[in-house]
C-alpha cells in the first residue's frame, strides 16, 4: 500500500503501478442484485436458460456497469491517504469494455497514477483503472477513474 500525506506525495506515484487486487468471482447472484438495483434485467445478464441456448459460450454476462462498479472495491486498498477529512468520486474521463465478464469468471483490477494536482483545496488524483478477467487476453474495462480527496490540515 502507498500512503499519501500530500498533494507532492501523489505526485511521486504519477506513472506508478500502485496495486493489482486478488481475483474476485462474479457469479449470478452478484449479477442478478446488480440487475435488481438497477432495473437492468437485459436476458443476456439474468435468464441463464436463454444464455445457455443463444450466448456464444452458453453463459450470462455481467453487466458492463457492474464490472465498472467493483472499481472501488478492487482498488480501496491500493492507497492510503493520511490526514483525510473526506473523498469523493469526481468521475471519469474515459471508460472502455473491451471484453465481456462471463458468469462465474474472476476479475481483478490493476491501477496507475496518470496524474496528481491541487484542486480546489484538495487533491485530485486521476488513475487508470484496467480490469482484467482471469485467462483473457484483453481487459473487460479500462476507466480513467478522478477522486477528491480533502486533507484535514
Known amino acids: 500500500m502507498h500512503t499519501i500525506t500530500s498533494v507532492d506525495d501523489a505526485k511521486a506515484l504519477e506513472g506508478v503501478e500502485v496495486g493489482v487486487s486478488d481475483w474476485i468471482v462474479i ?12 432495473a437492468d434485467h ?8 436463454r ?12 453487466h458492463g456497469y457492474l464490472t465498472l462498479a467493483m472499481i472501488p472495491a478492487l482498488t480501496g486498498d491500493f492507497v492510503a491517504v493520511e490526514n483525510l477529512e473526506r473523498a469523493i468520486n469526481f468521475g471519469l474521463n474515459k471508460v472502455r469494455f473491451y471484453t465481456p465478464v462471463p458468469v462465474g469468471a474472476k476479475i481483478r483490477a490493476r491501477a496507475v497514477v496518470l496524474q496528481a ?11 487508470e483503472v484496467r480490469l482484467e478477467v482471469e485467462g483473457e487476453r484483453k481487459p473487460a474495462c479500462v476507466a480513467e477513474t478522478l477522486g477528491m480527496y480533502f486533507f484535514s490540515d
Open 27 to 38: 457469479d449470478q447472484h452478484r449479477i442478478d442484485q446488480f440487475a435488481e438495483a438497477t
Open 42 to 49: 437485459q436476458w443476456i445478464h439474468v435468464d441463464t436458460e
Open 51 to 62: 444464455a445457455a441456448r443463444e450466448m456464444p459460450d452458453g453463459r450470462t454476462i455481467a
Open 117 to 127: 494536482r491541487r484542486r480546489a483545496g484538495a487533491l485530485l488524483l486521476t488513475s
